[in-house]
């Protein structure tokens, strides 16, 4: 069994829901306190053993490469200051990984996102996070939890939370079997067995949300050809997996830990101040 070193990040969307300030710079580039978004994401991954970072970018998504390199010019400015200190993280972000690169032309929806990494994945199991989902923990990160239980159960994972049935709309929504495993929390396993994208909430079959962090095969990309556009004419993930889940080989886990919604404001001030308060 070969382990999972390779993380996939979606990050060609427009980030509509933060304009003005997304129209120059890419929504994952928003800084939560000074980091931004996505070098959260790369670290949760680093954590996890992932070294191998795979981004998918789009039109207008230049900083983000040049965010995962070395600044010459940078460098040798603040070389032997007080303020090297600043570049400490973004180095060691930058030597513990390789980071490939691929651009998603059109925007078909995640699913499509996802397909277009395939070129920088191959044949191999991989991880994919959704930025905008910032997870922190004290202990093991999101990511870490579901590599260890994908070496269990070498399927698909998709991490999931409760969430208030009003907020359905907003995510894939699953059902499913509880699994019965005692190494792990009562009820923190689902054997899925249906998954909806964005339901609303008299459709929803739980109250079990997915969030940004999947653990999935590669058997997915052949799936993802063959997935027809869904929910607002896109391309899911959801759908694609919903396939995979009829033949039992997706798990729901509910994660320890804390999750925000940096996709909308309120999600991003919480963060902020969730990670200020940390931080004093
Ligand atoms: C995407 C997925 C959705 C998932 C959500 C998690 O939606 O399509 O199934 O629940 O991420 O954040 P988006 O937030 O991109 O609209």
Not at 99 to 113: D, I, P
Not at 152 to 175: D, R, W
Not at 223 to 234: A, D, I, S
Not at 251 to 272: P, S
């Amino acid at each position: 069994m070969s382990k999972i070193k390779k993380c996939l990040f979606p990050a060609a969307g427009y980030g509509t829901r933060f304009l003005p300030a997304t129209k120059a710079i890419p929504k994952e580039m928003l800084p939560v306190l000074t980091k931004p978004l996505l070098q959260y994401g790369v670290e949760e991954a680093i954590k996890a053993g992932l070294n191998t970072i795979a981004i998918v970018t789009g039109h207008g998504k230049r900083s983000i490469e040049d965010h995962f390199d070395i600044s010459y010019e940078l460098e040798h400015q603040i070389k032997g200051t007080s303020k090297e200190s600043y570049l400490t993280e973004i180095r060691s972000v930058i030597n513990a990984c390789t980071f490939s690169y691929t651009r998603q032309v059109e925007m078909k929806g995640l699913g499509h996102a996802i397909l277009t990494g395939e070129t920088l994945i191959g044949d191999e199991a991989f991880a994919v996070v959704l930025a905008d989902d910032l997870c922190d923990n004290d202990g093991d990160g999101v990511l870490s939890q579901m590599v260890e239980l994908y070496e269990k159960y070498q399927c698909c994972i998709v991490a999931v939370e409760e969430i208030s049935p009003e907020h359905s709309n907003k995510y894939g929504v699953i059902a499913g079997d509880t699994i019965n495993d005692s190494t792990y929390a009562k009820d923190s396993l689902v054997r899925v067995n249906d998954m909806v994208e964005k339901p609303e909430p008299q459709d929803a079959p739980s109250n079990l949300a997915i969030i940004g962090r999947y653990i999935l095969t590669p058997d997915i990309f052949d799936v993802l050809r063959e997935t027809k556009p869904g929910k607002g004419g896109e391309i899911q993930i959801t759908d694609a997996l919903l396939e995979m889940a009829k033949i039992g080989k997706v798990i729901a886990y509910k994660f320890n830990g804390t999750r925000f919604d940096c996709g909308n404001v309120d999600g991003f001030v919480e963060a902020t101040n969730y990670f200020y308060k940390k931080r004093k």
